[in-house]
């Protein structure tokens, strides 16, 4: 990965670590995300946003389903995280041993959760790189008190091993945004007729 003293100052705006699950036309995927936020102050309208890259495989199932679910991890999934966080589930099915149920909107829900939620999409916004994803809370699904798992708690303790692979997709990652800067006028306009 690339970095410097002002990006070391914008990384303090991660969020804890999630697992977003989505499901389309009978496949279903799982992936990492530190980019979730509360976007709503409103119990009556409960809202998180996502940002998602555009290449990656979880994007095209929340384009086209317009819904995801978003987990609350602790600090005990470290190997979730390198599970779902550091493959692509485009060629493999992630969560083919990961334990879960399908939820209310047919998402996948894991079993090993501090929280989960089933969202709908209401709107979107393209980044150039990313798709944020504003979905509304439409099931929330209580787990374990647990610790939550933070970045920086995951940089601090992940296996030694694993850092190699981490740094290089963080660096493809970077190089990638790099190059897709162009903002399009391109909202979600509904889930797709499957
Ligand atoms: C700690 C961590 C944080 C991540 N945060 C994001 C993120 O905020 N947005 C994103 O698009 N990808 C993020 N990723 C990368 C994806 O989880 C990863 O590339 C995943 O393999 C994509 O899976 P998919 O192609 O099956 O959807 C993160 C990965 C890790 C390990």
């Known amino acids: 990965m690339r970095t410097d003293a002002a990006y070391e100052l914008l990384r303090q705006f991660t ?3 999630v697992a977003v699950t989505s499901a389309w036309q ?15 102050i409103s119990p009556h309208v409960p809202r998180l946003s996502v940002y998602v890259h555009e290449w990656h495989f979880s994007h095209d199932l929340i384009w086209n389903s317009g819904k995801f679910c978003l987990h609350l991890l602790h600090q005990g999934q470290l190997d979730l995280v390198y599970r779902l966080g ?24 894991l079993a090993d959760r501090v929280a989960a939620f089933e969202l709908e999409v209401v709107n979107t916004m393209d980044t150039g790189y990313s798709t944020l994803f504003l979905g509304h809370v439409r099931a929330v699904h209580p787990g374990e008190e647990k ?22 997709n963080y660096r493809k990652a970077q190089d990638s945004i ?17």
């Open 178 to 194: 790099d190059g897709h800067t162009q903002i399009e006028d391109r909202r979600w306009t509904g889930p797709r007729v499957s």
């Open 26 to 40: 009978g496949r279903t995927n799982g992936m990492i995300l530190d980019s979730a936020v509360r976007a709503s």
């Open 86 to 109: 550091f493959k692509s589930g485009q060629d493999r099915d992630k969560l083919a041993d990961i334990p879960h149920t399908l939820g209310q909107l047919g998402l996948p829900v």
């Open 147 to 168: 610790e939550i798992l933070t970045p920086p708690w995951f940089r601090a303790n992940m296996p030694k091993e694993w850092e190699p692979e981490w740094l290089a």
């Open 15 to 17: 969020s804890p670590i």
